[in-house]
């Protein structure tokens, strides 16, 4: 059974002032979370977790990231503007962006965060636009020799990084044109709980940097291991094993004797996944071939279990020891069928009104959200160790929805 960090009563008294849904981030789940990844790699001095904004883009998150030691990995001008609010600055940040505009480059550049050449072709571009800056990384696409899983892809069809070929160019090119310092990046898995994919990542990693040693007389002093550290979404999911990744890219480390290469990784789900709620109350119930629970919040409030068929846990608050003895589709609103936040799922019997809370909606969550069908971004809301709620962004109302538009 997975638990939740508030009670029932905690939860109708917010929302008996703040309307379904919402998002409730748990502070204190997040802070030690960021903790045990940070702790997990202390071997390596300067070991980096540049948190993946586009998963949890609040500042106020960002903020508490930065004091457990977190920098931000951001992929736009918005990021990077988000980043900078929560007092994040220079090298505290990592611009990874594809098919990238040159006023992007140019913030980035401004603020002295990292960049990360998503293209071979941008080398250019870059010079021209803003000029080069004294540290480059630029982003491997390994193609075949990797697999990808399901929700990021196959990496010889993403559309992301640069071949070996590209970035030995990428490296030789920027050396000539006086980079001085350089990095190395990769992102090939998303939501891998399996040690071994991050630690064969690390091996791909360590290889080029000892062949872009030893053939371009190049030193690359930070690899970055991309993001994809997954989280438990089922109950009976295992967690992914910290140590087991850690110590198998240590072990790596050493073998390929990489002393002096500080380590980075860009994970967002693995971060705030797990510490982040979604609130609904059940608003119908029908019958017709199957049993619907209508619910306030729709797919453009989550849309995993939409886009992906992405199980997310769903506990009804106050009825955690009753059986699950009915299976209802829990939907929305929306007029798409696939606006199911579970289908055929068994719970508790379900009466209208009764709070729903869907697990592990941390990342990707609210952060994908849409206005299809004129639906309102929710409140999310922080949990603060004292057990008070914080709002952090307010919900969005009819005004905001209407103002860009010309009436
Ligand atoms: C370049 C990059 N880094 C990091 C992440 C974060 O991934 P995750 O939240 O699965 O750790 C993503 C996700 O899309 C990404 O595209």
């Not at 090298?91 to 980035?108: G, L, Q």
Request: charge should be negative.
């Amino acid at each position: 059974m997975k638990s939740v960090p508030f009670t029932a009563a905690e939860i109708e008294s917010l929302i008996a002032q703040h309307p379904t849904p919402l998002y409730v981030y748990d502070e204190a789940g997040i802070r030690a979370t960021a903790r045990k990844l940070i702790e997990a790699f202390s071997w390596n001095e300067g070991f980096k977790e540049y948190f993946a904004v586009k998963a949890l883009p609040n500042p106020r998150v960002l903020g508490i990231l930065r004091e457990e030691g977190c920098g931000a990995d951001c992929s736009s001008l918005l990021e990077l503007l988000l980043a900078e609010r929560a007092g994040l600055s220079g090298e505290e940040i990592m611009f990874t962006s594809n098919d990238t505009p040159i006023e992007e480059f140019a913030k980035a550049k401004e603020m002295g965060a990292l960049i990360n050449l998503d293209a071979l072709e941008h080398l250019d571009y870059l010079e021209k636009g803003v000029g080069l800056p004294d540290f480059l990384s630029v982003r491997y696409n390994p193609g075949p020799l990797r697999e990808g899983n399901a929700i990021i892809g196959k990496p010889e069809e993403a559309k992301f990084g640069m071949t070996r070929e590209q970035i030995f160019e990428a490296y030789r090119r920027a050396k000539e044109k006086g980079v001085r310092r350089f990095g190395l990046h990769t992102m090939v898995a998303s939501n891998e709980r399996n040690a071994e994919y991050f630690v064969e990542t690390a091996r791909m990693l360590f290889e080029i940097v000892r062949d872009v040693r030893r053939e371009l007389g190049v030193t690359i002093e930070l690899v970055n291991l991309g993001g994809g550290i997954g989280i438990p979404y089922r109950p009976d999911d295992t967690e992914a094993n910290l140590s087991k990744i850690s110590d198998g890219i240590r072990r790596l480390f050493d073998e390929y004797e990489m002393t002096g290469v500080r380590l980075a990784m860009e994970c967002g789900r693995y971060i705030t996944g797990p510490h982040g709620y979604l609130l609904t109350q059940v608003r119908h119930l029908k019958h017709t071939y199957r049993e619907y629970a209508g619910v306030d919040a729709t797919m453009a409030n989550l849309m995993r279990p939409g886009m992906y068929g992405a199980y997310h846990h769903i506990t009804v608050l106050g009825k955690e020891n009753e059986a699950a003895s009915k299976a209802y589709d829990i939907v929305g609103s929306l007029c798409e069928n696939n606006d199911k936040f579970a289908i055929n799922r068994k719970l508790p019997q379900l009466q209208e009104g009764d709070i729903l809370v869907i697990h592990d909606a941390g990342a990707h969550g609210h952060a994908m959200g849409f206005n299809y069908n004129g639906k309102l971004r929710s409140a999310e809301f922080l949990l603060r160790p004292d057990r008070s709620f914080e709002m952090i962004r307010r919900a969005e109302t009819v005004e905001d929805y209407l103002a860009t538009l010309r009436l």
